[in-house]
């Protein structure tokens, strides 16, 4: 690998303070924050040393307990932003301040010849996002999204599943992330900072599976909860049609006390559930379509064959879901080979560009109750 | 109670043969068939009690087979549907012929003078819904829709749970009904006939939503699904806006080796969870929203304090379902107290005729990719 790339991070909240943590101690290991002081290092062989190619210089916020927090840790504080873009021995820059500041933050710091790794959503618009695209044509400066969930392992399984047609052709994926806490604090819950969960949560779900799924969106209909948040959305549900005919549902929600499963798929020759973030789930696969003995089961007032579970027959075959080892520092790897130039950037601007703009097309269609076809 | 009603019943498939026994029986318990020999009684106090007021006068299927088994449970057969409607001991006819008969059928018996219970869907199109009603009307005999599924018992747990806000103010609600065998056999794959699933489900699930909201359906987004035949609909998923907020996600399928919850209910101080057809389940209530002291949990790649479960904690309150006693024979009930002149159609024509609407509107807006302003 070529240089090691040493990096300052603007913002220390929850997730500038991972950052910082994360680099600081070499595991890249994010889930440090300001309120948490131990993580141990990631599990597996597979994630690359991070010390090897990344190294932090600094960090800075304008709130000075969190400055404080990072000098407690360790950390390097630079004097301001302006001080951190000054730096010569800097070659890159974290931004991991809230979302309205992103866009004036990356400009600065490309024109200062920085890289730039950004925080998603990377930009509160489409609009945004092409000003700073052109920025970085023109410096020749890499601008990096850090939408990093498609490393994640309950993603990984649902693409191998996918992909390798492990319950036949997929027909239909849902994915749902819940909770029960609202819009996490402060400036999240505030519309012109970029709040609300699709630009939180979405941003993240609909990245992964329009990567997943390669054909363009046919069409789209989104609907906006505002239960606990009268300005912000604080869940969304999305139906995404494919040209490939599959469907995607997309749902958030933060007043929802009880849990459905994290992702289901739906194929022609079986299905397969992930319960939750322990990756408790199952794959079921059909053995025999035309096996159809069973006896009805009772359905309210009615019996039911159609819907009787397949429990104990021998028509389908259980199994456990594929697990996976990979490196979890893949996108801090991939960020400093591509600004050393040894790799393409695997998040694509044009990539973050799209996705900007479905979500777009999701407030759209919330707010007009119409469907949107979308790439059609 | 007034006059004791003799109903014949045209069509001795899979419902036909259910309420043949049922009624001989004396049980009412539709879940008879003629797979099936033996159906225990009714559990519960509450159902009334059917040979008071109904009794069988007879059968008649075009499939000798169906009328041998008829003879050979002790009921009596008539030679056609024509002698069956020209009996004068008869009063009324219960049709449970495939859908695309019902109209003919339903208005041949009303001009000859009796009342009809017919099985759902009671019509194909709202076109012939509006020609049978005004049948019934010009004749002054009751044609009742046999909509029975707002008597079932986890639909009740629902509706208790929204009307007396249980749980707070109810936003959305979720209903599923899943399978892996497909369109149920014969008929109910052709289209002609009437067949999908949309027609066979569809009409109950949307029956009882449309009725515990009270309010106009404002917008209606619907996508059918074809895997396991081209020509008929094996499932759905229906997006429903009501003109109070609330969302309701419908869905059918058949294709579906794993199950979701049966209905997952979302109201702002808590939220219930029917896991299946045993009703096993839970309600959790919000004690207190400002508790929202928890550790984070481990999110894939990130550490998530939003979507952290409150399992343990004391800020919330976990119930078990409300469960009910109640009048299974409801609907039978209700029918021959209409046809003596004692009582309102709970399941009315109109009832009948907005699910017809509504489940064109669904057709249409799968057809089109557009969500349907249907009511607003």
Known sequence: MGKKLRIGIIGVGGMGSGHAMGIHSGTGNTIW?????????????????????LEL????????????????????????????????????????????????????????????????????????????MAVSKETGKVFYPR???????????????????LIGNVFNIKCRIMGSRGIPGDWRGVKEYGGGMMLDWGVHIIDRIVKMIPEKITNLFCHFTYITNPECDDGFQLHLTFANGVTVNLEVGTC????????????????AMINNWNLDGKLVRLISWDDKDTMPI??????????????????????????????????YRNFVETCNGEAEQIVSQEHALRVLRIMEACFESSETGKAIAFEA
């Open 256 to 271: 929802h006390f009880v849990n459905e499963p994290l992702w289901c798929v739906y194929g022609d020759k079986g299905s």
């Open 33 to 53: 924050s300001t309120q948490i002081d131990y993580v141990p290092p990631f599990p597996g062989e597979m994630t690359s040393n991070l010390p090897d190619y």
């Open 298 to 331: 009772l359905a309210g007032a009615g019996l039911t064959k159609t819907m009787a579970p397949r429990d104990g027959g021998e028509s389908v075959e259980e199994f456990e879901l594929p697990r996976f080892d990979f490196d979890r520092n893949a996108l």
């Open 147 to 165: 939408q990093n969930r498609e490393w994640d392992e309950d993603y990984l399984i649902v693409k191998k599943i996918y992909d390798e047609k």
């Open 57 to 132: 210089a600094g960090v800075y916020d304008i709130n000075p307990a969190r400055n404080e927090w990072a000098i407690n840790h360790g950390i390097s504080v630079f004097e301001n932003y302006d001080a951190m873009l000054a730096d010569p021995t800097v070659d890159a820059i974290l931004i991991a301040t809230p979302n309205h500041l992103h866009k004036d933050m990356a400009i600065s710091a490309m024109r200062a010849g920085k890289h730039v790794l950004c925080e998603k959503p990377v930009m509160i618009s489409s609009a945004d996002m092409l000003d700073v």
